[in-house]
């Protein structure tokens, strides 16, 4: 039986199965005397100093196998067992309620974990997955269970579970595991990020997965195309150990040229880099050549300093963090995108009828100022080394891109005032994930430094599609011909005005649709580390002048599907293709 997943990890694993349950024990209320109260907040005290134990201990386990970076995703989960405002939560409602400590802190990490699950961005829900690890863990100290079987039968094992939580995942390095596929999980979860440091193949988000599967038999893991196979044939068996060698071989000869360029066989230099959302991703990025960072979301800096707003001095030593390895390559850093269905400040309304459409990312910023001038100020002084660029989301008027500005001024004029150094010239541009923004870029192009598509939200405005719809997910369609109009209309306007244009949606990193953003006029794609070398290989087996004249035919087409096919022709056959 063949399933389709979510590749997270690359590389190709056959082995034997072993199913991962979770056994959850329930947790009811309980009201207890009023003398038992203190008994049970040091009750509480003692499981999360006792997880905490736990993690640290990972931790030192898994060190020489994960890098200190990647060591770091143990010490946020040691940070939010530490946060006195999650204790004090959970003890306050034992205090004030008289319940037992298992269902005060449940309660308490399960609002979090609710305000994660109902955002829109998939980087925001899957750091659920993170807080999940942390209350299994903690109740099972509580309640004195154990909720995972983590003994493993055998040599050889693929993991099958419904969820893996980092912490699980992060103890693989010295098991007999070659690789797992979860029927839940995202590309961006910590969970994927260990897999992919430890090399572990991995699928995610696998429908239909713990239905199917049945331990100790035969199964493969495609990593590089998502595919799950269970109880394969022996001619199945043979043909992925072929392609699994196959791969290792392909992937020695890429990271042999990993620094070597992205240049086209006509000569023209394209810029590959990495999107970043944690500072754990930089080393990675860093070993594959990246051409700097064109992606750093700064929401994770909120969310880590939640319910606080992160300080000027916090913005500024995330901010460097990011840039000084990089140096002198440039790292573009986009501010607050918060808002929508993405709560968690206080400062946020949650009154909105329709918050996706209403006031989010800059026009959420621009409605607090001082918390926008705060981060602004961190970014300028991140600056002083002249390698980073400030990126403004989700910019639809050149009204408001003006007010930016002028908030930007005001900042620098008080950093002048103080005598704090930061680059006066400091790169500013916008993201173009609103159709009237592509449409309108001639307007901007004289105003931005640079522009940065972002084509995730594009293409679901374009298209009215949620892509984490099931039901229209198949409508989601970066090939669409309205979408290519778009880019390209931001390329055409970019160009008269001497500005670059780089794309940082998933698209960046799908290589199918590399000559086609090259055609379109695009110089610079940013993408996940973990995709990047295979990107810069393309871009090196392909000639700009083919490219410009495949997107040129694109653009005629009437459909995606017309899209796509000349793409795989063209793929296929070269320039005879078109």
């Known amino acids: 039986m063949r399933l389709k997943g979510i590749p997270v990890s690359p590389g190709i694993s056959v082995g034997n199965a072993q199913i991962v349950l979770v056994k959850e024990t329930p947790v009811i209320r309980i009201i207890l005397p009023e003398e038992s109260v ?28 994960l890098s200190e970076d990647f060591l770091s995703i143990f010490d946020a989960h040691v940070i939010i067992l530490k946060d006195p405002a999650l204790f004090n939560h959970a003890a306050g ?13 449940q309660s308490a990490i399960h609002s979090t974990i609710m305000g994660l699950l109902a955002t829109d961005d998939p980087y925001f829900q899957e750091r659920a997955t993170d807080m999940e690890d942390l209350r299994r863990r903690t109740l099972e100290h509580l309640l004195g269970t154990d909720s995972l079987e983590r003994t493993w039968k055998g040599e050889n094992l693929v993991l099958l579970a419904d969820t893996l939580t980092p912490s699980e995942t992060g103890a693989f390095h010295n098991a007999p595991i070659v690789g797992f596929a979860t029927e839940h999980g995202a590309r961006t979860s910590h969970t994927a990020i260990i897999a992919r440091s430890l090399e572990i193949p991995a699928v995610v988000g696998v429908k239909g997965l713990m239905e199917a599967a049945v331990s100790e038999r035969p199964v493969i893991v495609d990593g590089l195309t998502g595919s799950v196979i269970l109880n394969p044939t022996k001619e199945e068996i043979t043909e992925y150990r072929q392609r699994a060698e196959a791969y290792k071989e392909q992937r020695r000869q890429i990271l042999a040229h990993a620094r070597v360029e992205a240049r086209t066989i006509d000569g023209h230099r394209i810029l ?10 930089v080393q990675s990025a860093i070993q594959v050549g990246a051409n700097g960072v064109g992606l750093y979301r700064s929401e994770f800096l909120f969310l880590d300093c939640a319910p606080d707003l992160p300080t000027e001095e916090q913005h500024l030593a995330y901010y460097n963090r990011i840039a000084e390895p990089f140096y002198p390559h440039r790292v573009v850093i986009r501010t607050l995108d918060l808002g929508g269905e993405k709560y968690f400040h206080n400062v946020l309304d949650r009154s909105e009828r329709n918050p996706v459409l209403g006031v989010r990312a800059v026009r959420f910023c621009l409605k607090h100022p001082e918390m926008f001038k705060t981060q602004l100020r961190g970014l300028l002084r991140a600056s002083a080394r002249k390698n980073v660029a400030i990126l403004i989301p989700l910019i639809t008027t050149v009204e408001e891109f003006h007010e930016v500005l002028g908030l930007l001024d005001t900042c620098k004029a008080e950093l002048r005032a103080k005598g704090i150094p930061f680059d006066e010239g400091v790169p500013v541009g916008i993201m173009v994930e609103v159709p009237s923004t592509a449409l309108t870029a001639e307007a901007f192009a004289p105003l931005v430094d640079f522009f940065s598509i972002g084509t995730n939200d594009l293409i679901q405005y374009l298209l009215a599609i949620d892509r984490n719809n099931d039901s229209v997910a198949h409508l989601y369609d970066p090939m669409h011909p309205a979408v290519l109009k778009c880019i390209a209309a931001v390329c055409e306007a970019a160009q008269k005005a001497g500005k670059p244009v780089a794309v940082c949606g998933e698209v960046a990193a799908d290589p199918r649709m590399t000559a086609l953003l090259l055609g379109l006029g695009v110089g610079s794609l940013s993408m996940t580390p973990s995709s990047i070398l295979d990107v810069k290989a393309r871009v090196r087996n392909l000639a700009l002048k083919s490219c410009q004249k495949l997107a040129k035919k694109a653009l005629l087409s009437p459909s995606g599907k017309g899209v796509a096919a000349l793409v795989d022709a063209f793929l296929e056959k070269g320039d005879r293709a078109i």
């Open 272 to 281: 590959v880099a990495a999107n970043v959302d944690l500072t754990d991703e």
């Open 93 to 105: 409602q034992i205090k004030n309620e008289r319940v037992n400590a298992e269902f005060a802190f």
């Open 38 to 65: 203190e008994a049970e907040t040091a009750r509480l005290r003692a499981a999360l100093e006792a997880t905490i134990r736990d993690v640290e201990a990972l931790k030192e386990q898994a060190r020489g196998k």
